[in-house]
């Protein structure tokens, strides 16, 4: 999933426990996710992680998008660095969705789960029309 227009909002501030975000995993389910109010894109992208099951080991390659107002980059990668607050400031939706982030040269060295969470969002863009793919090549996936 590359974008996620059309989820619903669903995020919510309690004062004790911090924010909660849902997030869409790549087989398109959600997760709702508790962060402190001032954690940075990374505690939210870790707790993400932990949270998947099974939790993801290979992390590098995944990380987390959402809608932007902005016509000439309508998507925006969470930045691990900054705080998740102050980025949702410009979120046109404030729900995130798992992306892949870069493909390795060689995916057969991967562990299975990631491997198949590759297969996810190549799937994914397959079908929404974003990449190429001969007939032969959509048959065999």
Known sequence: MSSNQNYPSNTSRSAN???????YLLDGHPIEVRVERRAKGDDLLQQVFNSMNPPLEERDYFSLTFDVLD????????DRRKGVEKQ?????????AMNVKFYPPDPTT????????????????IAKG???????????L
């Not at 949702?88 to 995130?96: D, E, L, R, T, V």
């Open 88 to 96: 949702m400031k410009k979120a046109a939706n404030p729900a995130f």
């Open 130 to 140: 974003k990449l190429p793919c001969s007939l032969s090549t959509l048959a065999m």
């Open 71 to 78: 016509e000439k980059e309508p998507i925006a990668w969470l």
């Open 17 to 23: 426990s911090g924010d909660k975000y849902q997030v």
């Open 110 to 125: 991967l562990m299975e789960y990631s491997r198949y969470l590759f297969y996810l969002q190549i799937r994914d863009e």
